[in-house]
């Protein structure tokens, strides 16, 4: 069983900064991809940014510029650096990791961290 423990959530005011980091329980080399959701009171959960195992990253449009993903492969981390925090940024921050081999695959979440962003 895979776990994946969230941390750096928190309380900001708009336009500060906070980052969150996302350690595997094992090496994340295993992952073919791996990445940030976010889930706001009465919305449904929606992708922030992923990073697959190449390197290869994507952003919803609501964050370019201002979100990076990263992976700090010998940690087992990914990092979410998230600058220019506005209030509708605020919600609860899943990790995740996708895993396909052997003929299965299988997606992992984190348990979430909350960012509140005051305006």
């Known amino acids: 069983q895979v776990q994946l423990v969230e941390s750096g959530g928190g309380l900001v005011q708009a336009g500060g900064s906070l980052r969150l980091s996302c350690e595997a329980s094992r090496s994340i080399f295993s992952f073919n991809a791996m990445g940030w959701y976010r889930q706001a009171p009465g919305k449904q959960r929606e992708l922030v940014a992923g990073?697959?195992?190449?390197?290869?990253?994507n952003y919803a449009d609501s964050v370019k510029g201002r979100f990076t993903i990263s992976r700090d492969n010998a940690k087992n981390t990914v990092y979410l650096q998230m600058n220019s925090l506005k209030p509708e940024d605020t919600a609860v921050y899943y990790c995740?990791?996708?895993?396909?081999?052997?003929?299965?695959?299988?997606?992992?979440w984190g348990q979430g961290t909350q960012v509140t962003v005051s305006s």
């Open positions: 995740n990791a996708d895993y396909t081999g052997r003929g299965v695959s299988v997606r992992y």
């Open positions: 990073i697959t195992s190449g390197g290869s990253t």
